[in-house]
DNA sequence: TGAAATGTTGGGGCG
DNA sequence: ACGCCCCAACATTTC
């Protein structure tokens, strides 16, 4: 009996593994993988420039571990399933769900043009940990508050799938008049991603590497050892998980499997629990749409932000004169990612000691990040400017010499992406302005030369900030 | 997943 | 021996 050729669509699961819609469309005589940049569809959300690099190296990976049959394009989807539903005898079209909200969209759209064609189609969840239309608070309205979404509605739900390893497949089908990876045009027309090449490895096999090193060396001590920037404690897969390299379920899993280690457990349990802020932010994305451009408290909608092109030209630069925030910024231009706390700490400053828009933040880390998330970095940047779902109150502003000494007390991530400071004493290291001439001149800075000039003042801005923020209450 | 201001305590110096 | 002051260290409150 022939079942045809059944189509995965991959999207945001860029792997074999533990990949429920691969494995139906395997169960047919041939399956035809396939992948579509869409940037039609995308609109205001079109990929970024680090995330495109980095899939243009996913796909790569993807493509080699296919024999170099996965089919891709360069056009509207619905355009391309239904050339494909034209040229070749297609019995069923398969995917992973994506929970943007112009996915969700588009994806109503073609399944109703494929249940009106009667082609078999089916979407699965390969992405999350609990689909977020199946947790709710007891009168059946969504979490707002991470704490009891987590606790009281995921942990009390049912557990996560295991992941699966039914993967078989027969034969691959490919379609000889899609285009190649090369004319999707990802890369840039300059060589800045050399840096970023020698830190990452996208792809699945780079993922599970990453996974296996963290569990091995950074989880045991994670609880407190995320906290600081130099240390090797993070696990750094949010790009693999983003593009979907590694499940959610893998990770949390294979994590589970190091719970008998002795003294693991709150390292454990908290790592589970920054799993569970990424199935917060798909939460939220999902309940409230319009999470990636509007407040999320309406209440903000008339806080003064300031516009100062030449201030957010700063902060994105790397050249604020605030040594921890610029390393941080370095970090993220470098090499496409930064570390977490640097960048509660970047968005603490640009959002209160600026007094900028949190969105100008959102899309320069949207144009950066290797891992930008609609999910994640709306739901981010929500929650350091204190208009998100149980977000950091107005007054927490971030203090970055203190936030230096705490973090990063003898400098090394900071004189790693500032190096022009490398020869200052740590003392000074988070506040050159106040040091004495002496020492700048030993060190070999000029300020406002070698290093800028501090570009607002702490105190004052702060002040500002909280007259600004204090307002915000008064709704 | 802050920071600064304010309050409290207790030890040591000193008349 | 005693009270007083100073101030660091810690705790609490406020923004």
Excluded at 147 to 174: M, Q, V, W
Excluded at 238 to 250: R, V
Excluded at 344 to 354: A, E, I, R, Y
Excluded at 376 to 387: E, L, M, T
Aim: negative net charge; aromatic residues 14%; proline residues 5%.
């Amino acid at each position: 009996m022939s079942k045809g050729i059944a189509i995965h669509w991959f999207r945001q699961d860029l792997r074999l593994t533990d990949n429920l819609s691969l494995e139906k469309a395997a169960e047919f005589d041939a399956v035809l993988p396939i992948y579509i940049l869409d940037d039609e569809n995308s609109q205001e959300f079109k990929m970024g420039s680090a995330s495109r690099w980095w899939l243009h190296h996913s796909l790569q990976s993807l493509n080699e571990s296919l024999d170099s049959k996965l089919s891709i394009y360069n056009q509207n989807p619905k355009n391309v399933i239904k050339k494909l539903l034209e040229k070749y005898d297609v019995k069923a079209v398969f995917w992973n769900r994506c929970y943007e909200p112009w996915r969700i969209d588009r994806d109503i759209d073609i399944k109703a043009y494929l249940d009106d064609k009667k082609i078999e189609n089916k979407s699965f969840n390969s992405h999350l940990l609990w689909e977020p239309w199946n947790i709710s608070k007891d009168d059946g309205t969504p979490y707002r508050v991470f704490t009891p979404y987590f606790k009281k509605g995921c942990l009390n739900a049912e557990e996560p799938r295991l992941p699966s390893k039914n993967l078989k497949i027969d034969t691959i089908f490919y379609d000889h008049d899609c285009d190649q990876i090369e004319t999707l045009d990802l890369l840039p027309r300059i060589n800045w991603y050399s840096k970023i090449q020698e830190v990452w490895k996208p792809g699945e096999d780079g993922a599970q590497k990453r996974l296996d090193q963290f569990l091995e060396e950074g989880l045991l001590d994670y609880k407190e050892g995320r906290n600081f920037p130099f240390k090797e404690n993070v696990s750094r897969l949010s790009p693999h998980l983003h593009f979907g390299e590694i499940s959610s379920n893998e990770v949390w899993y294979q994590a589970k499997t190091k719970e008998s280690v002795s003294g693991i457990q709150k390292s454990l349990d908290h790592f589970l629990s920054e799993l569970g802020w990424r199935e917060f932010s798909y939460y939220l994305l999902y309940h409230f749409p319009s999470l990636p451009k509007q407040n999320f408290q309406p209440k903000f909608n008339k806080f003064p932000w300031i516009k100062n092109e030449s201030f957010l030209e700063s902060w994105q630069k790397g050249e604020t004169g605030y040594p921890i925030v610029d390393a941080g910024m370095r970090e993220l231009w470098q090499t496409g990612y930064m570390h977490n706390r640097l960048r509660m700490v970047v968005g603490s400053f640009l959002v209160k000691n600026l007094l900028i828009d949190w969105r100008e933040g959102e899309d320069w880390f949207w144009d950066c990040l290797v891992d930008a998330d609609l999910a994640s970095n709306s739901a981010g940047w929500q929650w350091v400017a204190g208009s998100g779902a149980d977000a950091a109150p107005y007054f927490r502003i971030f203090n970055p010499v203190t936030q230096g000494l705490k973090f990063d007390p003898e400098g090394e991530y900071t004189k790693k992406y500032v190096p022009e400071l490398k020869l200052l004493p740590n003392k000074f290291l988070f506040n050159p302005w106040e040091a004495p001439k002496e020492i700048l001149e030993r060190a070999g800075i000029e300020l406002g030369k070698d290093y800028p000039e501090p570009i607002v003042d702490l105190k004052y801005s702060r002040e500002l900030a909280l007259e600004a923020f204090g307002k915000t209450k008064l709704e």
